[in-house]
């Protein structure tokens, strides 16, 4: 398989020479001279110090007959541009793109980056393992600071288990939003039955996180922030 790699990190490094021992065709793009000669000492001729953000480089490295292009630099937008050039110039099939910012996940799969490696997801997912259940974790700032999005888990001992949304007060300026069960996204409605190991997305206003956390957790409050 004819793989072309972008961006000659550590990411990039590796990866290629996992992938050269694994017996792979394929070309690594470092638009740093002296990354790229650097690389080129350990790794041979794969390496050209070309800018995978141009089109007619990633032409000489043979994007027209590639597998897979990987884009992992360090940039964003450097990768999401090498992405579609990839996709819509060079038709290739698969397209894979480092993401080092995970508010930009959602423009990436939207622009059809066929699959996304986020190191910042995957450490926040290994962290949010150790928050314990009788929390609310604090996921974002909406409306200027106004209103929160506040994720809470609903176990065997919160207040709001096998109870329905309407069977819950909550002030207003709270809105039970989203239920995720088994790893899958649903909207709440009205005959929703909250279970075990639910997660609940809400849009709450600061001052009634506190309310929100006796109904659903009914522990002491504490908010967490990631």
Known sequence: MFVIVVGGGKVGFYLTKELLAEGHELVLMEKDARSAERIRDELGAVVVNRDGCEGTHLAEAGANRAAIVAAVTGDDEDNLVVCQMAK?????????????????????????????????????????????????????????????????????????????????????????????????????????????????IAISKIECETELHRQLIGKTPAITPV
Request: aromatic residues 4%; glycine residues 6%; negative net charge.
């Open 88 to 200: 819509h110039h060079f038709d290739v099939p698969r397209t894979i793109a480092r993401v080092n910012n995970p508010r930009n996940e959602g423009l990436f799969k939207h622009l059809g980056v066929d699959e996304i490696i986020s190191p910042t997801r995957m450490a926040l997912s290994a962290i949010e393992q150790d928050i314990p259940v009788h929390e609310l974790l604090h996921l974002a700032q909406l409306h200027g600071g106004e209103l929160d999005l506040i994720e809470a888990q609903i176990a065997a001992d919160s207040p709001a288990l096998g109870r329905r949304p309407t069977d819950i007060d909550l002030p207003e300026g709270c809105t039970l939003f989203v239920l995720i069960r088994q790893d899958k996204a649903q909207a709440i409605r009205p005959d929703t039955v909250f279970a075990d190991g639910d997660k609940v």
